[in-house]
């Protein structure tokens, strides 16, 4: 079997593809895996990492609104969904499995071109452009929020690596905080604001590192490569508050945590339910109020707490988080909610997926 994976630009598009990629390879070694991926996108790092192909066409972002630019996208698409069905020749490719992004589209004009099967994967609750041109060329259309609007949709979730989706953070806390240096009885918040961070939770977190040293709790913040916000050291023998440019063990950052405050981005939400870490959410301020979307139902169901971006400052965190880190059994509860919301199968069934619509077409 022969998979071509489109999904690049961010971390929300590539981290699924992967992690359908290592199902695959788990259930079968011998698959063919090659990513689609632009220049500009994080594929370029994140899929050599992972031991995957990947060949790169030429990006084609759409203009938003009506610009001279948009005179130019029907000849730049041209030249991206020649060079994507190059690809999928070369291949010769089973299937286009999409996740959105700059990729995707000439991906899916290119599979749709050389008839080959499509299955796309939408992770918000608002699905993209490219993702709702995939749609109406296959009825093989899997999203992650049981509302979005797509024909045909089926929910599935959003497929996380293995070592999130089976972290057991229970069994696990001690290590994790042993790895960061933290202490293993005291309540540890754990912030990260993405990739890059986020500069108004960093700003107020440092503001609030006083406060949370008085009520005892230690910190693990990762602060993003960069920040330029750093909380003053603390009395000796003051809770731990820790910073981090960067952290490539996020397992156990979760494990080493009881709760966490951060972005409301569709991976960090599939990926804090599926380990069943409550967390306050702080939607990005801009873009079209999709992180929102993404926290909002685990809020309802007691999972979460959300606070606007404006509204986040050291006084709120001190009226509304400390008096929550403070209450172990109402942390739990929130743990409990939060995993009752999770998906930590859906990378296994998207890989069955995929082998039924190949099976399928190589039947007829």
């Known amino acids: 079997m022969r998979v071509v994976l489109a999904g690049g630009g961010t971390a929300g598009h590539i981290e699924p593809a992967l992690a359908l990629a290592d199902a695959l390879r788990r259930e079968d070694p011998s698959v063919g895996i090659t990513c689609l991926g632009t220049e500009r996108g994080l594929e370029t790092r994140l899929v050599p990492q992972r031991g995957y192909e990947l060949e790169l066409i030429p990006p084609v972002p759409l203009p938003r609104t009506l610009t001279p630019r948009l005179l130019t996208v029907p000849g730049r698409l041209r030249g991206a969904i020649n060079a994507a069905a190059a690809v999928l020749d070369r291949v010769q490719a089973d299937v286009l499995v999409g996740f959105g992004g700059y990729v995707a589209t000439p991906g899916y004009l290119a599979a ?5 099967p499509i299955i796309v994967h939408e992770a918000n609750p608002r699905p993209g452009l490219a993702n709702k041109l995939g749609a109406r060329f296959t009825e093989h259309v ?3 929020h049981p509302d979005t609007p797509l024909p045909n949709a089926k929910f599935i979730g959003i497929p996380l690596r293995r ?3 089976t972290l057991d953070r229970l069994a696990s806390g001690d290590k994790a905080r042993s790895y960061f240096g933290l202490l293993p009885d005291l309540p540890t918040l754990l912030i990260f604001g993405g990739s890059q961070g986020a500069r108004s939770l960093n700003r107020a977190a440092v503001a609030c590192a006083p406060a949370f040293r008085e009520a005892g709790i230690q910190v693990l ?5 960069k920040n330029t916000e750093e909380p003053e050291p603390g009395p000796k023998g003051s809770p731990q508050y820790v910073t981090l440019p960067y952290c490539d063990r996020m397992d156990l950052a979760y494990a080493a945590a009881d709760m966490a405050l951060c972005r409301a981005g569709a991976m960090t939400c599939a990926e804090l339910t599926a380990v069943g870490l409550p967390a306050v959410y702080v939607p990005l301020p801009h873009g079209n109020g999709e992180q929102r979307l ?5 809020v309802k169901a007691g999972g979460g707490i ?8 050291p006084e709120w965190i001190t009226a509304n988080l400390l008096p929550v880190l403070a209450d172990p059994a109402r942390v ?13 199968d859906a990378d296994v069934a998207l890989a069955r997926l995929v082998r039924e619509v190949v099976q399928g077409a190589q039947a007829r």
């Open 294 to 298: 993404n926290a909002e139902p685990i």
């Open 163 to 165: 070592d999130i989706a």
């Open 221 to 225: 913040h990762i602060v993003g490569p």
């Open 142 to 144: 899997i999203v992650s």
């Open 112 to 116: 749709r071109k050389r008839r080959i």
């Open 306 to 313: 959300l606070v606007e971006d404006a509204e986040l400052s």
């Open 332 to 344: 739990a509860q929130m743990s409990e909610a939060a995993a009752a919301m999770g998906r930590r």
